[in-house]
């Protein structure tokens, strides 16, 4: 079956680093498009940063351009986000998300890894 799993997440000072790891498995890793999204309590879902399957195209949120990457292997089916000069603001429960599109959509989500930005 399908499985995405995030790990890297943490509790971090402002200014600090962390980078977040999301291994995808029971698919075709290499032609889904990928992506971040974050959840902070009370709030909706959204996009971070997205990657194209081949990486040749990045797409990030304003609120984090300069600061994280996002970036992939797909020999280790793996995406990376990697997030420096991480803010209070940037804590929130972060989900990988895998998806095609072929007639239809298909979508997968992992089961998100906690980020705590705090001093």
């Known amino acids: 079956q399908v499985q995405l799993v995030e790990s890297g997440g943490g509790l971090v000072k402002p200014g600090e680093s962390l980078k977040l790891s999301c291994k995808g498995s029971?698919?075709?890793?290499?032609?889904?498009?990928m992506a971040w999204y974050r959840q902070a309590p009370g709030k909706e879902r959204e996009l971070v940063a997205s990657v194209t399957s081949t990486g040749d195209s990045t797409n990030y949120a304003d609120s984090v351009k300069g600061r994280f990457t996002i970036s992939r292997d797909n020999a280790q089916f793996t995406v990376y986000l990697e997030m420096n000069s991480l803010k209070p603001e940037d804590t929130a429960v972060y989900y990988c998300n895998a998806k095609f599109e072929w007639g239809r959509e298909f979508s997968y989500w992992g089961q998100g890894t906690q980020v705590t930005v705090s001093s």
């Open positions: 029971g698919y075709t890793f290499s032609i889904y498009d």
